[in-house]
């Protein structure tokens, strides 16, 4: 086999409140960006041997992943591309309530979007105590509008729809004065 070099990019961490240190980014090393998590639990003087692959069962790239942590749970957001013919970027989730031990074995859809008719770009997650938010950029009605998905329950479950945050008209792109 030929050998190729892989480069790791976009790494996002979070400290837990047992000085666990979790860090999230993406990587090309099987031939499509995918997302990768490991952690620390001596502060950073050694790591897992293994990382572990958080967008199973995705063909396309993903990229672009952002990570909370709360107590025990590790939530990690990310852009993935495996919807649909179009591949556009979708908003997936996953997490762990054991502290990076297991996560989820299959991701969850945020942005309600199962063909990836449209695109959702570069998410943002912020959670305390149970309650995990997640924030992205996505084209559904035309022009970029900000959409926000919430979980109340620790990521067990999701609104069904996620909502429209940004003021104007939904898909307008807004004009600057200047």
């Known amino acids: 086999g030929v050998e190729t070099q892989v480069e790791a990019l976009a790494p996002e961490t979070c400290t837990d409140a047992q000085g666990r240190i979790h860090v999230v980014w993406y990587d090309k090393r099987g031939g499509v960006n995918a997302v990768w998590y ?23 790239a993903a990229m672009l992943p952002t990570i909370a942590c709360v107590d025990n749970r590790v939530y990690v957001v990310w852009q993935d591309h495996r919807d649909g013919e179009l591949e556009n970027g979708n908003i997936y989730f996953n997490y762990s309530n054991d502290s990076g031990s297991t996560f989820l074995a299959n991701a969850v859809a945020l942005d309600a979007d199962p063909e990836g008719e449209n695109i959702s770009l570069a998410p ?39 909502v429209r945050v940004d003021g104007g008209e939904a898909g307008a792109a807004l004009t600057s004065i200047e």
Do not use: K, M
């Open 124 to 162: 943002q997650i912020a959670a305390v105590g149970s309650a995990v938010h997640v924030v992205w950029f996505d084209a559904r009605n035309g022009a970029y509008d900000i959409y926000a998905n919430s979980s109340t329950d620790g990521g067990d479950t999701w609104q069904p729809t996620p």
């Open 38 to 60: 490991n952690r620390s639990i001596d502060g950073g003087t050694s790591w897992q041997t293994g990382d572990t692959q958080l967008n199973l069962g995705s063909d396309g």
